[in-house]
């Protein structure tokens, strides 16, 4: 699930996106994505932490449905070709995971064997997710 690969921060305020659009009977499909272009433009490192920064561009398909199937927003064959910026971040304090931080479950060699969620704490998450510019 992407809560395995962002900052807790990030991952709540793309859920409440989500559970909003489901309140309100919208579901958001993205599909076919390609990465066009992937450039490391800064990248910091201290004692606590390394930050990497990266321009992407991307594109996919993407669009909004109602409950009913009826296109709200978008087009089911239009490419969306968008640049991001993407902030990586690897924190170097190692914390030895004994039970899921996602359901409270054991954990097998990182690996939550109930919800599957992959608890290692020296891999890099995402941090931030910036939209610079998308052309339709």
Do not use: W
Not at 77 to 95: A, G, L, S
């Amino acid at each position: 699930t992407m809560k395995n690969y962002t900052s807790d921060e990030l991952f709540n305020q793309y859920d409440t996106g989500i559970k909003m659009d489901n309140k309100n009977g919208i579901k958001n499909i993205i599909r076919d994505i390609r990465k066009e272009r992937f450039i490391v433009y800064d990248a910091s490192s201290s004692e606590n932490k390394q930050v990497i920064n990266v321009m992407i561009d991307a594109s996919y398909i993407s669009y909004s449905i109602s409950t009913n199937g009826l296109i709200q927003s978008g087009f089911r064959d239009n490419r969306v070709r968008t640049k991001f910026e993407v902030v990586f971040q690897k924190n170097f304090k190692h914390i030895d995971y004994k039970n899921c931080p996602n359901c409270g479950a054991p954990l097998i060699n990182h690996r939550c064997e109930y919800c599957k969620t992959y608890a290692n704490s020296s891999e890099y998450i995402i941090t931030s997710i910036k939209k610079i510019k998308a052309n339709k």
